[in-house]
């Protein structure tokens, strides 16, 4: 079975550091990867998705995130991060060859950023 | 863009009552998703449609029913509130072919049963 795991579930850096929030899938198949950011009482935007090819792929606001097959993983990373980042982040998993859509979402990640 | 729109940001029942929330997308898309979010829980799939009258359960399908009558709308229907249905909801559609799998949420309702 398909499953998602977001190994932390809170972290705080410091404003202008990096950060790597790291995702952990299992899946069978070439898996369809997205991370996802929601800020507070706000719903979920797209930050970035992996479909094939290049496994850096680049997102919105700065972010990248890297496709590892062997490690089974798709951590997510920006340079220097902004207050505004401050924000849950989920990795998310999708069959791909499903006509259903579904996709499996992690316990998501707390970023807070210190001034 | 993607518009998902949700009919409430907050609102507030009482147990017993039956509680509508109505979502509506205007991409066309065939696949629609309603999920409860909770604290320390991350997101629970609770119904989705993949196609007009079509609907499947998700992880957590009871206690809540669905209707997709129309292909830009999806209503999640809570027949008797509970205070355990208190929670964050939130819709989401895809299924546009050039981005696969990609889900597009809504602003989410926050909805509180006393």
């Known amino acids: 079975a398909q499953s998602v795991t977001q190994p932390d579930i809170h972290i705080t850096v410091s404003e202008g550091a990096s950060l790597e929030l790291r995702c952990n899938y299992s899946y069978g198949a070439t898996p369809y990867l997205f991370w996802y950011v929601q800020s507070p009482g706000q719903g979920l935007q797209l930050l970035l998705k992996?479909?094939?090819?290049?496994?850096l792929v680049q997102g919105i606001k700065g972010f990248e995130a890297e496709f590892k097959r062997s490690q089974s993983s798709f951590n997510l990373r920006k340079p220097s991060v902004h207050w505004s980042d401050a924000a849950e982040y989920f990795c998310a998993v999708g069959a791909g060859s499903s006509n259903t859509g579904k996709l499996i979402f992690g316990q998501g990640t707390t970023l807070q950023v210190k001034p | 863009d993607v518009k998902v729109t949700q009919s409430s940001r907050y609102l507030v029942k009482r147990t017993g009552e039956k509680v509508f929330l109505e979502c509506v997308q205007d991409?066309?898309?065939?696949?629609m998703f309603w999920y409860r979010q909770d604290p320390g829980l991350g997101l629970r799939l609770i119904y989705f449609s993949y196609d007009v009258k079509m609907k499947e359960k998700g992880d957590i399908p009871e206690g809540y029913s669905v209707s997709r009558e129309k292909k830009e709308r999806f209503s999640l229907i809570l027949e008797s509130a509970s205070t355990n249905q208190t929670s964050m909801y939130l819709c989401?559609?895809?299924?546009?072919?050039?981005?696969?799998?990609?889900?597009?949420f809504g602003p989410g309702t926050r909805l509180t049963v006393l």
């Open positions: 992996y479909f094939s090819g290049d496994t």
């Open positions: 991409m066309d898309h065939e696949n």
């Open positions: 989401a559609s895809s299924g546009d072919p050039l981005t696969s799998d990609t889900q597009y």
